[in-house]
Nanobody
Framework: VQLQASGGGLVQAGDSLTLSCAASGRDASNYGVGWFRQAPGKEREFVAATSWSGRTVYYADSVKGRFTISKDNADNTVNLQMNGLNPEDTAVYYC??????????????????WGKGTQVTVSS
């Protein structure tokens, strides 16, 4: 599975951005997808995840109510709509996929495939 994240950029506080994660290769349409982020000098942290069907989603408390994850099964793309961005959201954002079902999608250790990150910078 290959993952390509896109959509990052420089925005001002309060603005919105939509990140996209395109999956290709074997099993691209299977399993869930998660978004993680890593800010400078910090550990990578969970942001949001969706089950393979898109019917079950998970969010970190820090983004709940502001971010929305959605899965487009037609083209194996997962989007992360980010509203009300603030400087604390500045980070490199990564999308990832596990290779089995039935794992905890909020845990980084559950993921086997990672895309290259996309930078999100929010100025105050």
């Amino acid at each position: 599975v290959q993952l390509q994240a896109s959509g990052g950029g420089l925005v001002q506080a309060g603005d919105s951005l939509t990140l996209s994660c395109a999956a290709s290769g074997r099993d691209a349409s299977n399993y869930g997808v998660g978004w993680f982020r890593q800010a400078p000098g910090k550990e990578r942290e969970f942001v949001a995840a969706t089950s393979w069907s898109g019917r079950t989603v998970y969010y970190a408390d820090s983004v709940k109510g502001r971010f929305t994850i959605s899965k487009d099964n037609a083209d194996n793309t997962v989007n992360l709509q980010m509203n009300g961005l603030n400087p604390e959201d500045t980070a490199v954002y990564y999308c990832a996929k596990p290779k089995v079902y039935g794992i905890d999608l909020m845990q980084e250790s559950s993921y086997s495939y990672w895309g290259k990150g996309t930078q999100v910078t929010v100025s105050s």
